[in-house]
């Protein structure tokens, strides 16, 4: 097995390439950009409608609902980019091609995603930017965030892509075990990143634990912007929850390099 | 020979045993679908629950739309994508598909309705039981509703079945799907009143909805469901239905003639 720096080079070389393999087709990218962000717009846009009927949800405005909406879109964007092999693994599982990937002497993961990237589900991110950029702006405006914390804001967004990206890892090293992962995806990923648009306070107790424990979905948006807005938690939510991301993704990892030792291919 | 009816139920109910192989996974499918409803509910009744409701959509009255549409999402709107033409178009098995001395697209909407039939039994009504222990039944007041109801979802379905084909249909010309599957759910998301009702939507966006067919899909049901409307809401999903089968055949018929088959 070779060390984890030539395996990060290895791995960036191979996005390089993937990423300059995808600007071939020029168009399809632009379309794909504008496509994903419309499609992400107008699922705020849903969320903007409810609010102007009522001006608050839970104690929330649209500009606070919109900058976790924001958040949770920019880490989705960055990981459906960067992660695409690691969202369609079933396929390695299904077809037995994992294999290719055993016989390389790189670690499995970095290979795997060096494979493949979508730089047009960044239309994702750069919608949740615009509105993250715009949220701010007006929560800065009225004094709800000061400049740190709009700069604190914009690093959470970005290091959020630990928590889908941990949350995709667990469920493909299941998939060593069961192989069809593709159904518990609504259920792992789809589903808690979708409730993550929104203050959790709104859930349920049940959920709002599921939400903050096993799918830890909201150390990547609610739980530090709650104490941002000053509408509840302590200061050390601030360190806690980047804190939170990155052990979820230590733990991932631990979950698939476990999965991997138990990998039985399906042969063809 | 077969006759070709029963060749069309033929098709949907291996549609429907292919489906059933796949329960246990579908079960976990179903546990997400239910959360996603729960969330819903809590968001709407968290934003109208504490205010009285101006009109029609109050709290109450909403978590029931949710449901209902959840519910229907899984007759209607998760349909195999592009009812599996892409796949055919790919492999080069729609030059046999188009052979067969069937109606293509009904056969197409046929081996879809086993999947749609599955998916009512195994995803529909479970969910439909969950909702309703957790968050209570509306049971409609007017015997009448149950018949309108029964003719919009029946229009549901079948406008759902069309769209998919159309989608699918134009692989035969793009090959892949996957800008027009997306641009589907997109329009779907705004437009079908699946969590926001049309009434509810700001200008512009409720004039464009009614002139859309997607309203038809969770809007109008929901809307005689609820009893919030009679017969009139039954219009707009006929005359959808009517223009979209126009649509599908005139499309199968320019297919036929444009038809490459890929692979091999």
């Not at chain 1, 230590?250 to 138990?262: K, M, N, S």
Request: net charge positive; with cysteine; hydrophobic share 50%.
């Amino acid at each position: 097995m070779t060390g984890l720096l030539p395996a990060v080079q290895l791995y960036l070389r191979s996005v390089q390439s993937a990423m300059r393999a995808k600007m071939q087709y020029r168009a399809d990218f632009i379309t794909g950009l504008l496509l994903y962000g419309v499609l992400s717009a107008t699922d705020f846009l849903m969320i903007a409608a409810i609010l102007t009927r009522f001006p608050r949800l839970g104690g929330w405005d649209v500009y606070e609902v919109g900058l976790l909406y924001g958040m949770a879109s920019v880490a989705m964007g960055l990981y459906r980019t960067f992660g695409a092999e690691l969202h369609e693994f079933e396929r390695y599982l299904v077809r037995g091609e994992f294999d290719g990937l055993l016989v390389r002497p790189w670690p499995t993961l970095f290979t795997l995603l060096g494979r493949n990237v979508e730089p047009e589900r960044l239309g994702n991110s750069l919608q949740g930017a615009l509105l993250v950029g715009i949220c701010s702006w007006r929560l800065w405006e009225t004094g709800a965030l000061d400049a740190l914390e709009v700069a604190y804001v914009a690093a959470v967004s970005i290091m959020g892509t630990l928590v889908p990206f941990s949350l995709a890892l667990i469920t493909a090293a299941f998939g060593f075990w069961v192989v069809r992962i593709d159904e518990f995806q609504t259920f792992v990923m789809y589903a808690p990143v979708a409730a993550s648009h929104y203050p959790l306070t709104v859930y349920p107790g049940w959920l709002r634990a599921l939400l903050t424990s096993v799918l830890p979905v909201g150390f990547m948006n609610f739980v530090p912007v709650q104490y941002l807005l000053g509408k509840g938690g302590g200061p050390w939510v601030l360190w806690a929850s980047p804190l939170v991301m990155v052990g979820f993704a230590v733990l991932a990892y631990g979950c698939w390099r476990l999965g991997e030792r138990h990998y039985q291919s399906t042969g063809t | 020979m077969t006759r070709p009816m029963n060749a069309y139920l033929l098709f949907a109910a291996k549609a429907y045993r292919l489906r059933l192989q796949y329960r246990a996974a579908h079960l976990v499918n179903n546990i997400a679908s239910a959360i996603f409803g729960f969330m819903y509910m809590a968001i709407w009744q968290a934003a109208a629950g504490g205010s009285p409701a101006a009109d029609a959509y109050g709290g109450t009255t909403m978590v029931h739309w949710v449901a209902f549409n959840q519910v229907m999402l899984w007759a209607s709107v998760f349909l195999t994508r592009g009812l599996g033409i892409p796949e055919a178009v790919r492999t080069g098995v729609i030059g046999v598909e188009l052979l067969r001395p069937l109606d293509f697209h009904w056969l197409a909407l046929s081996r879809e309705m086993g999947n749609v039939v599955y998916s009512l039994l195994h995803r529909s009504l479970p969910l439909a039981i969950v909702f309703g222990l957790v968050a209570g039944v509306h049971v409609p007041q007017r015997p009448v509703t149950t018949v309108l109801l029964a003719g919009g979802v029946v229009l549901s379905i079948y406008i759902g079945l069309c769209l998919q084909y159309l989608i699918g249909i134009s692989s035969i010309w793009t090959t892949q799907i996957r800008a027009a599957n997306h641009l589907f759910f997109t329009l779907h998301t705004a437009f079908s009143g699946f969590l926001v009702p049309i009434d509810l939507l700001p200008r512009p966006f409720d004039t464009v909805a009614r002139f859309l067919p997607f309203a038809p899909l969770h809007h109008d049901p929901a809307r005689i469901y609820l009893e919030m409307a009679g017969v009139d809401a039954l219009l707009g999903p006929v005359v959808w239905a009517a223009v979209l089968t126009v649509l599908c055949r005139g499309l199968t018929v320019l297919a036929r003639r444009r038809l490459e088959v890929q692979g091999g």
